[in-house]
């Protein structure tokens, strides 16, 4: 009891903005989650708790930030969430959408007149993924802009004028799938929800319906977090002030989109009196590009990361989407993942294979200055989630190695040759390599790599992998040139399968090569039996995906995810 009190007393107030107005609340323990604050300070009880762990979506509310002078918009589970995190930040939940005449927004509309919700318990976490959807896919392409809404409101204040009419892009089914991926619904099946999403661009936006974008961001500035050294929880906004309150307390609990710790708390109901929150540091929040890798920034979240991972290696699709579901790839982070250490995460495989390097940064005090070494990801680890990290050391940079180098001749003006830092909203638009791969077709080609990562998962969407295995090969006059690999799921670390490896390089790429290399595969890890899976199944399934990855290299695409779509998948059901 002593111990919250004295926590209470050193946290700052929190402030955030709900329907464009800026709401404080006093005495908010570090490790208190947005949930909580909502439900049990706030009494706002329409986002739900359902499992507590970033599973279910019942808890989903959507954060609006300022990036670059405009307003982002992420769906996020609340119910790990830490509430100091979106200080400063504007926050929307299910009692924020309608009007003040009891007008529903085009995303509660839509799941009524489609009949999407029965017992309702999903439908408030459903309405605000739709809502994100809303924000991002359909507000932007409709005909009026928001300005004309009144000053005083984000949203606009309860019965304002209507500003606008129906319209606006449309939402392709993929697209529902994928943006709905972190909801899960008991009762009502999912193809009124999908049916749903793909009709509420459709249906005009009632007056007082709006975020009026102008006013948030303005409203955001007014609210801007001033510097909290000594505060109870930590968010320093440049890499310097990182390190220096790193160094200065280094008992403090790291944080970044929390989706691992947020469960050690709600789960394992772990207490914290002092968290170190790294995701405002606005450094760690770009994806750089170099000619011969691009870095991406700790706090880089997974949304971003691998839009940036995607665009480079365009096979990676279909598995960036398999990552969790979107609320979780919005809050974490790659920086968390790889720092994590879990055996089965599913970034680490993949970025061994693609020969990632990892950046340590701790501030020097003596020379008062950032010091920084660089090692191989898979070197990071020392055993089960242990890893060589100083007590004064953070992880700032992932680097990752470019599918297409540019040739001597490439200018550095043309913006491919030199550093080419940018936000990581921006990374989708990195132009994809210029040659490479032959993806199209999916057959290895002389002397280019060949790329595919497979999870092994006991659901398709939102679940943890039993195995990862990550494969990155060069075939030239038939003969494997370079391969590195990453498995995950199979030791007390991610690994990389140097016995394999050595297996096939400089062999024939064959059948004959592919099944002796498959036995040293399976003999290579020692996995565990646990309740994901049998040590027996890991080690058959590792040897399967190479001989898998054998097949696609030789053109069978059809025996790969990439060929299951929307279509085909409700064509089955
Ligand atoms: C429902 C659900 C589904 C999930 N699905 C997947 C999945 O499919 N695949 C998968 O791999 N993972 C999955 N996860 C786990 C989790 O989302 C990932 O590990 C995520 O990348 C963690 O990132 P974070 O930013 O949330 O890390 P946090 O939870 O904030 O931190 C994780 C750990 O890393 C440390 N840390 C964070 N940043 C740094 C830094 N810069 N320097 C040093 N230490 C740091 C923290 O101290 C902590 O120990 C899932 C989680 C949930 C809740
Ligand atoms: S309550 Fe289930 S995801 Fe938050
Ligand atoms: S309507 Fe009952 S869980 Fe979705």
Redesign the pocket.
């Known amino acids: 009891m002593l111990a919250r009190m004295t926590l209470e007393k050193t946290t700052r107030p929190l402030t955030f903005l709900r329907r464009g107005q800026p709401v404080t609340v006093g005495n908010v323990p570090p490790d208190r989650t947005l949930l909580q604050v909502l439900r049990e300070d706030l009494h706002c009880t329409g986002t739900k708790e359902g499992c507590g ?3 279910c979506g019942a808890c989903t509310v959507v954060i609006g930030e300022a990036v670059d002078g405009k307003l982002t918009y992420q769906a996020v589970n609340s119910c ?1 969430k830490l509430a100091h995190s979106v200080d400063g930040m504007a926050v929307f939940t299910v009692e924020d959408l309608s009007s003040d005449s009891g007008e529903q927004h085009p995303s509660q509309e839509a799941l009524v007149q489609c009949h999407g919700s029965q017992c309702g318990f999903c439908t408030p976490g459903f309405v605000m993924s739709l809502f994100g959807m809303y924000q991002r896919y359909i507000a932007p392409t409709l005909p009026t802009a928001c300005g004309s809404l009144p000053p005083e409101g984000a949203l606009a204040p309860r019965g304002g004028p209507s500003a606008l009419g129906s319209g606006g892009k449309g939402i392709t089914r993929e697209q529902a799938q994928v943006d709905l991926s972190g909801n899960l619904c008991r009762c009502t099946g999912y193809r009124p929800i999908l049916d749903a999403a793909q009709q509420m661009g459709s249906l005009p936006l009632p007056p007082g319906c709006g975020v009026d974008e102008a006013v948030t961001l303005a409203a955001l500035k007014s609210i801007r977090p001033k510097d909290q050294a000594g505060d109870a929880y930590l968010r320093p906004a440049t890499l310097r002030a990182l390190l220096q309150a790193r160094s200065s307390h280094p008992k403090a ?11 050690w708390v709600t789960k394992m109901h772990k207490r914290f009196s002092q968290v170190l929150d ?1 995701t405002a540091a606005r450094e760690l929040r770009r994806v750089e590009t170099y000619p011969h890798h691009f870095a991406i920034g ?2 880089v979240n ?1 949304t971003d990361a691998f839009a940036a991972l995607v665009s480079e290696y365009p096979p990676l699709k279909t598995f960036a989407q ?4 979107l609320p ?1 790839r919005n ?7 790889v ?2 250490g ?1 055996p ?4 680490m495989p993949l970025l061994i294979a693609l020969g990632a390097n990892v950046v340590l940064m701790r501030w020097d005090r003596k020379r008062q200055q950032i010091a920084h070494r660089e090692l191989r990801l898979e070197d990071l680890y020392t055993g089960y989630r242990t890893n060589v ?1 100083k007590a004064d050391e ?3 940079w992932i680097k990752v190695p470019r599918a297409v180098r540019p040739s001597p001749q490439s200018s550095p003006a043309s913006g491919r040759g030199g550093k080419t830092g940018r936000p990581a909203s921006e990374v989708s638009s990195i132009p994809l390599p210029l040659a490479g791969e032959d993806w199209g077709e999916g057959r290895t080609k002389e002397g280019q790599a060949f790329l595919r990562v497979y999870k092994i998962s006991k659901r398709f969407d ?4 039993a195995v990862c295995l990550a494969i990155h090969m060069s075939v030239a006059g038939g003969v494997v040139t370079q391969v590195s690999i990453g498995a995950g799921g199979v030791a007390a670390t991610p690994v990389r399968a140097c016995q394999t490896e050595a297996a096939l390089l400089g062999q024939p790429w064959t059948a004959d090569t592919v099944m002796a290399a498959t036995a040293t595969l399976r003999a290579e890890f020692k996995p565990i039996s646990d309740m994901r899976a049998s040590a027996h199944y890991r080690q058959t399934v590792l040897g399967n995906l190479l001989q898998r990855y054998w097949l696609e290299s030789q053109g069978m695409q059809h025996i790969n995810l990439e060929s299951l779509n929307a279509a085909t998948l409700e064509a089955m059901v």
């Open positions: 762990e970033g599973d790990i609990q790291i944080v970044a989109g929390c989706t691992d710790v947020g469960l790294v700790a706090a997974l398999r990552f969790a579901g979780v809050a974490g982070t790659l920086g968390g993942n720092a994590n879990s089965i995460g599913d970034a990290m953070l992880l700032c939102d679940d943890i992998s």
